[in-house]
């Protein structure tokens, strides 16, 4: 079973910064990208950005978030990081993590959610 906690959440000023952690745990054979979607009050969840693992790594932002927000890694970890800076009262959401992994040998590939983490900016 795969499990994905996030943290670093809370309420933060504008222009402030947070980082936001999600670690992958449990049955993981291999991850074919993690990213973080984000979701506010009466909107559809959407990307914010994704990291893809393998020989090349690809990295894909929302337009509203480029320049401010950067996604990244630590492989050994299984974690995906977001450093957010600069941020606005229009980023605030429920922060989700995603994982596109594959669990088992004999599995195939799966889409895996956190819990999610709230994000306020806010003075």
């Known amino acids: 079973q795969v499990r994905l906690v996030e943290s670093g959440g809370g309420l933060v000023q504008p222009g402030g910064s947070l980082r936001l952690s999600c670690a992958a745990s449990?049955?993981?054979?291999?991850?074919?990208?993690m990213g973080w979607y984000r979701q506010a009050p009466g909107k559809q969840r959407q990307l914010v950005a994704s990291?893809?693992?393998?020989?090349?790594?690809?990295?894909n932002y929302a337009d509203s978030v480029k320049g401010r927000f950067t996604i990244s890694r630590d492989n050994a970890k299984n974690t995906v990081f977001l450093q957010m800076n600069s941020l606005k009262p229009e980023d605030t959401a429920v922060y989700y993590c995603?994982?596109?992994?594959?669990?088992?040998?004999?599995?195939?590939?799966?889409?895996?959610w956190g819990q999610g983490t709230q994000v306020t900016v806010s003075s």
């Open positions: 995603n994982a596109d992994l594959v669990a088992t040998p004999w599995s195939s590939r799966g889409d895996y």
């Open positions: 449990g049955s993981i054979f291999s991850i074919n990208a």
């Open positions: 990291i893809t693992y393998g020989r090349r790594t690809n990295t």
